[in-house]
């Protein structure tokens, strides 16, 4: 198989991306792997194909490192930025995706501003929250972030007992100044940590509400910052996300 795609990366998440409207591509688990594998293939924290939709502007498939399939935040940017340089989309669009339509507009500077889905997923536990922001996600608050064993702690959660057998990802985040937090996130579906996430940027921005911030959250992650725009209801859920941010393109390649 030759197999042309297009690299692209939002803030630090980097992904192999192809356009498939043609539907000339079909990519089994072993071929996602090795093409994410960061030493024997061409390195990505995920694979996605752009594709044909019957109402909405493109079908976006996801395939997370592992071969397994998921929503990304950060990934559904790049796809948005993609798709406005095959000349699918101009400034708005609405595409679907693993957990259902999302909307998503290209600003003039380059950032893109994706619609999440509403939230109603939110568990506050002894030490932490859980919140599905279309993928699961633990987010801990922890100090001195950046000496925090992430790999350690976030597979020890991700592995863990109580979210078997399909696990979650895992968030800890530090609280700062000025409404700021700063995330670091361990990703399922990765195996490590990544310099960021967007549905684990979003989550945490959700649980930090329950700290009295308040939206506009703004997210300092390895890989860049992003905002996160909501509305908390009374019951404790959430509505009007929105996660922003850059995505760029990096290089264009060809897999055989």
């Not at 490192?65 to 990304?72: I, P, W």
């Not at 595409?95 to 999440?116: C, P, S, T, W």
């Not at 987010?139 to 078997?164: L, T």
Request: net charge neutral; proline share 2%.
């Amino acid at each position: 198989m030759v197999l042309p795609f297009i690299k692209y990366q939002a803030t630090g998440n980097d992904f192999v991306m192809v356009d498939n409207r043609d539907k000339k591509y079909s990519l089994n688990e072993n071929q996602i792997v090795k093409i994410c594998d960061r030493r024997l293939g061409v390195g990505a924290d995920g694979l996605m194909l752009i594709e044909k939709h019957r109402s909405a502007d493109f079908d976006l498939i996801y395939y997370n490192a592992d071969g397994t399939k998921s929503l990304c935040g950060n990934g559904s940017r790049a796809a948005v930025k993609m798709a406005a340089s095959l000349g699918i989309i101009q400034h708005k669009t609405t595409f679907n995706a693993y957990d259902g339509l999302h909307e998503a507009e290209l600003q003039a500077n380059g950032i893109v501003r994706l619609k999440m889905n509403d939230v109603t997923e939110v568990r506050k536990e002894e030490d932490h929250y859980f919140i599905n922001t279309g993928s699961p996600h633990v987010i801990q608050f922890v100090n001195e972030i950046n000496n925090f064993p992430v790999f350690e702690e976030g597979r020890k959660i991700r592995y863990s007992k109580a979210f078997r057998p399909s696990g979650t990802n895992a968030n800890f985040v530090e609280l700062q100044g000025n409404n700021a937090i700063y995330v670091r996130t361990y990703e399922r579906g990765v195996e490590n940590e990544t310099l960021s996430c967007g549905t684990g940027v979003t989550a945490a921005a959700l649980a930090a509400s329950f700290k009295n911030y308040h939206s506009p959250v703004s997210v300092k992650t390895k890989g860049g910052e992003l905002g996160v725009e909501f509305k908390r209801t009374e019951d404790q859920c959430f509505t009007d996300i929105y996660l922003i941010g850059p995505a760029e393109e990096v290089f264009v390649g060809v897999w055989k």
